[in-house]
């Protein structure tokens, strides 16, 4: 196959193109804007193989995107390029609504102009997978609110959004899944639990955890660290996204996890005790963790059911969250110029969205 994927120098975008290239014979074509998310310094270990090109455009030009399908003329679409930090959308919402909405409506667009232009045989054959997060069905019980077995969420759950990003990402679903019934355009649409792996740019929390650690800085934790998160480590993420890509029926939703439901401060309490065995110091880690304001509208625990993407696709995820960790934290310590470059002078690690929240804590 010859697969266009938007945001494919992000995080995510950039473990789906390394897999392709690394371990079948499709080709790939990237497009992203590149925006402080994006590096290229990602993709060095596939940028001079001959299926892989990139083409720097934003998914809200149209002229553009309609230039790269003909050009490329790719069988499959594989949908990634987002904005998608929380705290970045409840400060900048406009520029979520900008990229996650009408850019995925352009993409489709472009796409179903292209896709109406083939023949039956390729129109068939083409695919336009839209990948989503777990974030656009809000959030699950707690543990310490209800006693017993507590509910997952499964690819028929109700959608409850409860930030900017997360509502963007969900009408971006609705696009998605409306232009197949409208118009036909075969989509498959999967949600994500929260990734993690190399190649993390520095804001989300694990990475963030990992250098100011280093750096002795503080590691800030939101409200009492109680929020529980379903890990999911980003190469498994990349196997299952192009299992449903080659695999996935037309229509369907698959919501991809990684079985592994921890709370915040656990997270950063593990990070802090691999640094104690990998990177010694006088003091613990732990003791430069910190408690700082609660995100306003923050989910309590999110968790997957991945039990569809195991029965229908064979997929089940080979990382433990401990042995991924550890991976991830390696790869952090040996990578310091990656870490370097993909941090610009915009962005320094502060908190992000603090503002609302003590604005919202003094009403």
């Known amino acids: 196959m010859k697969i266009l994927i938007t945001g494919g120098a992000g995080f995510i975008g950039s473990a789906v193109v390394r897999h392709i290239i690394e ?40 002229s553009e995107l309609e230039r790269v399908f003909q050009v490329h003329k790719p069988n499959a679409v594989m949908h990634l390029a987002a904005e998608s930090h929380v705290d970045r959308s409840i400060v900048g919402p406009a520029e979520f609504v900008q990229t996650n909405i009408i850019g995925t409506y352009t993409l489709l667009e472009a796409a179903r102009e292209y896709w109406n232009k083939l023949s039956d045989k390729s129109k068939k054959a083409f695919r336009f997978h839209h990948i989503s997060t777990d974030e656009v069905y809000g959030d699950l019980p707690h543990p310490d609110e209800q006693e017993g077995s507590l509910p997952l969420f499964t690819e028929s759950t109700p959608y409850a959004p409860s930030s900017p990003y997360s509502a963007s990402k969900a009408s971006s679903d609705h696009l998605v899944r409306s232009w197949l019934r409208t118009y036909g355009l075969p989509t498959i649409v999967t949600n994500c639990s929260n990734n993690y792996g190399p190649y993390h740019f520095p804001e989300k929390l694990i990475p963030l955890v990992i250098l100011n650690a280093l750096e002795g800085k503080s590691l800030p934790i939101y409200g009492k660290g109680d929020q529980i998160r379903d890990w999911l480590y980003v190469e498994d993420h990349a196997r299952a996204l192009y299992k449903v890509i080659t695999a996935g029926k037309i229509g369907e939703t698959y919501n991809i996890g990684g079985h592994n439901e921890k709370q915040n401060l656990e997270v950063v309490q593990m990070i802090c005790s691999i640094l104690d065995t990998l990177v010694p110091k006088d003091t613990a880690y732990s003791q430069q963790i910190t408690y700082v304001t609660d995100r306003p509208g923050h989910d309590r625990r999110y968790a997957i059911d991945a039990s569809k993407m195991s029965s229908e696709l064979n997929w089940t995820p080979e990382e433990t969250f401990e042995t991924g960790l550890l991976k991830t934290i390696q790869w952090y310590l040996d990578n310091h110029q990656w870490c370097k470059h993909v941090q610009d002078g915009s962005y320094q690690r502060e908190r992000l969205g603090v503002h609302t929240s003590v604005v919202k804590e003094k009403l």
């Open 23 to 62: 371990n079948t014979k499709d080709s790939v074509i990237n497009v992203d804007k590149l925006t402080y998310a994006g590096n290229l310094e990602s993709l060095l270990t596939v940028e001079q193989n001959e299926r892989y090109s990139f083409e720097q455009v934003d998914i809200c030009n149209r």
